[in-house]
């Protein structure tokens, strides 16, 4: 079926999205969580930009801040995590001002989420027919029963479901693992999102399974051109479906730039260290892996400066006083690390010296 | 490293859990499973969540009790279903290999020595296996008690076996495991909530090693773990290996892992063993088609491989194990399958040296 004729058809007065335009953009956001212990600050000023068409990989250990991140934008942060600074703009409007009823409205037409966990997602009391009509009706109050039950059926026809007009009357557990992903996926594409946020839908499910619902994004993402963001700490499934790639440590955004940049020719330590903790594909011999030494960061008490510092191999004594500042290191990506910094200087003394 | 003595050998084990209400042998859940692993070296196991790999790492420790099929560890037969050729032993009551390690059995029925007790073990007698036998559970934080210091759980090992006389070796044990495991001695008088994952873990591995054991089952003990701490972990677990001279069977989804650690790695699918062979070479070349595509299906962390490789994906999902399908358990999902595939169970046999599969596939050959 032609999934950009149905955009057409139902989107109305909607924008055609197309690939390249700037779709969402989020400028040095900070996040905290005011708890009991002292402030949080999960998320610490992080900034980037997504096109249409894009897919953009957040890769970061547990408590890094990555989901936190996503949950802002869709606003379902909750109490007592709190948006402290910093922008959020998505198709040139403000999604930080927007009221109770915008935001609700905003969330599922226009951008969509999709869990880790997609059993605790799903209601088991309800079939999945009736919980795919309900998102539709959510947002669409003329669409009719009928017709509503249509579009569901041609949804889950989409994400590869067989014999759908049986499976609209069952319930959550009578999926699999993979299925209910899948159900996931409907649910979440049934407004034509232009944004999906996908926080390690794959996580719970096994290689086979995830092989088959990576294939299956890629092919909804080229149809829809929508824009997506997927959460994940897997490099090889970033390595499989992101364009870009986003590296969070402690709240932090290390390093940022297109998939091939990260993998190839990586900025910071903290990426190089992931890349080297793992074991190699082609590796024909027993090679001993490198690992990151220590532990990730406590939040409640970070580390002055770099808060990779404690745990790089390369830490100098600025490392441990200033956080550094972001250095370019080519189109579209860059770095913060000290060690960058230093290079960079040391280049333009160079040409200095050149053009002097 | 690895001496070629055959350290644990399981021949045609089952494992069946009945469900109640319903006719037939229930959940399949280990179908005639038969591999050995030699002293010193780490087979690794792979598959699909429900394919039975967790069942069989628990039933070969008889944390499960198996419903047929015969274990022998170091020697001796620690569980006999029956109904299996009997083989010869010796005074001791220890099984005879002849030298290219299989298994002497007696050529008559009922002949031989009258050593062969047809009846299960107690559990009792699996005390002392116990001892040399253990298990790191995936999920660090579910395996330890929460009201019990790591001082107490580490302890609690070393007080069931006897295997300290006084109080300050103990204490001096529980120190010295700790160290081992990379934690500090003060760490003993905390709790585990009081632990990140990754040192959560450390301290199941500890227990585990408190007894010291010969033979650990490593039950997906890293997939809990964060990337940067799995790593740590690895290396630990090799180094263990090498300085105490451990067996491992390593069961996890994460091939790439697996395909590190193992010497040998077997491949399970819906209870069955599909596939076992050295890891490189089953790497290199996979001859069973779920192999390739359990392959295929790994996400390669190179953005310029994963853009040029050819990806085989499985269609549908992993059939119930209540009710496998007949013959081969994968001709459902077998992008070759044939008439014959649906109707005889290929047989599990050594296709070239130290590769074994199980299909008809590799009979045309």
Redo the contacts between chains.
Sequence with gaps: MDLNKDVQNTGGEQVQPVPGQKLLEVQDLHVSFFTPAGEVKAVGGISYELNYGEVMGIVGESGSGKSVEAYSIIGLLQSPGKVVGGSITFEGQDVLAFSKSEMSSFRGSKVAMIFQNPMTCLNPVYTIGNQLMEALRAHDKSISKEEAAKRAMEMLELVGINNVQKRMKQYPHEFSGGMRQRVMIAMGLICHPKLLIADEPTTALDVTIQAQILELMKDLQKKTHMGIIFITHNLGVVAEICDKVSVMYAGKMVEQGKVDDIFYHPGHPYTLGLLRSMPRVDAEEHERLIPIEGTPVDMLNPPEGCPFAPRCESCMKICLQKMPPYVELGEGHRSACWLRVQEQLKNQKKEGEHNG | MAEDKILLEVQNLKKYFPVKGVKGPGVQAVENVSLYIRRGETLGLVG??GCGKTTLGRTILRLHEPTSGRIIYDGKVIFDGGGLPEPVRDAEGNVCRDEAGQLKYQTEAGGGDSQYVPSKFYAEKMLPYRRKMQIIFQDPSASLDPRMTVGEIIGEAIDIHKLTSSRAERTERIKELLGRVGLNTEHANRYPHEF?G??QQRVGIARALAVKPEFIVCDEPISAL???????V??ML?DMQADLGLTYLFIA?????V??ISNRIGVMYLGSLVELAES?ELNRRPLHPYTQ??L???????????RSRQ?L??EG??PSPMNPPSGCRFHTRCPYATEKCSQITPEFKEVEHDHWVACHLMDKQ
Excluded: F, K, M
């Excluded at chain 2, 295929?296 to 994963?306: N, T």
């Design positions: 699909e969540s990140s990754g040192q964060d990337v940067s701490i799995q790593s740590q690895v290396n090799e989804h994460d091939l790439s892992v395909r590190h490189y595509t359990l295929s299906a790994v996400p390669v962390p190179d953005p310029e491989v994963s990806r994906v499985l999902d992993i």
